[in-house]
């Protein structure tokens, strides 16, 4: 077997006197797809966050994509380019059109050629299925395309591993299938991804393993069809009846 | 209408909301006619006329006055692009993580927005020549002008800038760190431009300012070549003991500075477009 993409190994995260993580361990093969599921403020997002260093861990030890993210000497900008990052907000540069969104980061962060830069943003547009909107202004998209957008800058600079903050979360309804389609879609092509989400179907379809996490601690871990279907702890039980029958 | 005919304090208890409106409006409007027809009456208009309309005067005035003119606009955008070029990175240091950078951007900007414009211009004028001897400034009073109203202006600038960079949203930040960018190529590439966006409004404001603080350059000593605007038509005043030449010179400023404010809003509405 191969050495895992990801190795989390004692991480505890305190904000003041607020501990948020309390100690994970977790391991994630290449090509795996891991959905992280939990209450709020349960620290799924923070536990997110720690593995691309966006929030410094109080403790532990995080290895990514081959980069030892927690050592003091850590170049974490080169180890970012392989850990691409997806956000609630989408958090697409307001200022740039939507291919220099995708052009701008090759440039500067890879120093891809010009030429270059501009033929990869019109493939990646073209495989979320944004196509015509090149010299758009983000806020002139919707929540759905915004979002597939900022999937599309994120490959852009060609990541190993995959991190989702609640991608569909911000999005209405009707609009969060189109960018779990283009999720799916990568899962398939065997990114490995790391995915905090409250789609409780598309973790049951594309998962190949759900963490629970409460208090900050991975309460519960299994294949979808283990852990939603049949959890073990009382508190994952009473978590996923709250999101699955909200009305009762 | 029948409010009207009734008495006085019935109508005040029975009035509408929107009868009461119409009734302070028209008193309103009442007022100012009558204050406007009491300065109308009273004032000696052929007396104000003879002081401020007297159009040969006004025309004596041309074509000299553009040299003046011109000289308010040169020391102006000097004085807005020195304070850009330091403004600048002081808003950047005010917003570093590291410490000294903030402890002296911090104290640069009490310092120089502390002070009154018009002792600054002098500092650079006849202070710093006389501390320092044989100093000379690029340009001559040109370089003068540039540092003396820029130092000034550059405080203020580096206070709009730096409001301008704490309002852009964090996640783009994040966004960007998030890609491999660096601290620095994050803020030159994502912050910085928006931030500057933000900050059109504020910096326009500055620019008006400073066409108005450019008339402050006469304590430097200027001749014929390099006078600017409120000197010229100073000049003209005791030269010819009449205010019409305050009224053109006035006229000039508002022709530079309301263009100003109209291009502000214009792009203010621009960016709300995005």
């Not at chain 1, 569909?168 to 065997?190: F, H, N, Q, R, Y």
């Not at chain 1, 973790?203 to 759900?210: F, G, I, K, L, T």
């Not at chain 2, 000299?64 to 020391?75: E, K, L």
């Amino acid at each position: 077997m191969t050495a895992p993409i990801v190795r989390i190994e004692g991480l505890r995260k305190r904000f003041g006197d607020n501990e948020v993580l309390r100690g994970i361990d977790l391991e994630i093969a290449e090509g795996e797809v891991v959905c992280l599921i939990g209450p709020s403020g349960s620290g799924k997002s923070t536990l997110l966050r720690c593995v691309n260093l966006l929030e410094e861990p109080t403790e532990g030890a995080i290895t990514a994509a081959g980069h030892d993210m927690t050592a003091p000497d850590a170049d974490l900008d080169l180890a970012r380019r392989d850990i691409g990052m997806v956000f609630q907000h989408f958090n697409l540069f307001s200022h740039m059109t939507i291919l220099d969104n995708l052009v701008i980061p090759q440039r500067r962060v890879c120093k891809t050629p010009k030429a270059e830069a501009v033929a990869e943003a019109r493939r990646l547009l073209a495989e979320v299925g944004i196509e015509g909107k090149e010299d758009a202004r983000p806020a002139q998209l919707s929540g759905g395309q915004q979002q597939r957008v900022a999937i599309a800058r994120a490959l852009a600079v060609k990541p190993r591993l995959m991190l989702f903050d609640e991608p569909t979360s911000a999005l209405d309804p009707e609009i969060v299938g189109e960018v779990l389609e283009v999720m799916k879609g990568l899962a398939a092509e065997g990114m490995t991804m790391l995915v905090v989400t409250h789609e409780m179907a598309f973790a049951r379809e594309v998962a190949d393993r759900v963490l629970f996490l409460d208090g900050g601690v991975i309460v519960e871990q299994g294949p979808p069809a283990e852990v939603l279907t049949a959890p073990k702890t009382e508190r994952a039980r009473s978590f996923l009846h709250r999101v699955l029958h909200p009305a009762d | 209408m029948d409010t009207a005919t009734d008495t006085a304090p019935a109508r005040g208890a029975r009035m509408t909301a929107r009868g009461r409106r119409r009734l302070a409006r028209t008193l309103q409007y009442a007022a100012i006619v009558a204050v406007v027809a009491v300065l109308a009456f009273a004032a000696d208009w052929d007396r104000i006329a003879a002081s401020f309309l007297q159009f040969d005067i006004a025309a004596d005035m041309f074509p000299d006055v553009w040299t003046s003119f011109w000289n308010t606009i040169v020391y102006t955008v000097l004085a807005f692009a020195f304070g850009m070029v330091v403004g600048i990175p002081i808003a950047l240091m005010r917003v570093s993580a590291f410490g000294p950078y903030r402890w002296f951007a911090t104290a640069y900007v009490e310092v120089f927005r502390g002070l009154p414009a018009l002792l600054v211009l002098f500092l650079v004028g006849f202070g710093v020549p006389q501390a320092f001897p044989g100093i000379q400034y690029p340009g001559g009073v040109y370089g003068q002008v540039a540092i003396g109203l820029g130092l000034t202006s550059s405080a203020y600038i580096a206070e709009s800038v730096r409001a301008g960079i704490q309002a852009v949203p964090k996640g783009q930040v994040e966004a960007a760190r998030s890609l491999g960018m660096s601290h620095t190529r994050t803020m030159v590439t994502v912050v910085l431009p928006q931030a500057l966006r933000i900050v059109v409004p504020p910096l326009t404001n500055e620019l008006v300012m400073l066409t108005k603080d450019s008339s402050l350059v006469f304590v430097l000593g200027v001749t014929t070549a390099t006078m600017e605007l409120s000197k010229f038509a100073r000049n003209e005043l005791t030269d010819t003991a009449n205010a019409t030449p305050l009224l053109v010179g006035g006229l000039l400023y508002l022709l530079l500075t309301i263009p100003l404010g109209l291009l502000a809003r214009r792009l203010e509405n621009r960016e709300d477009k995005r």
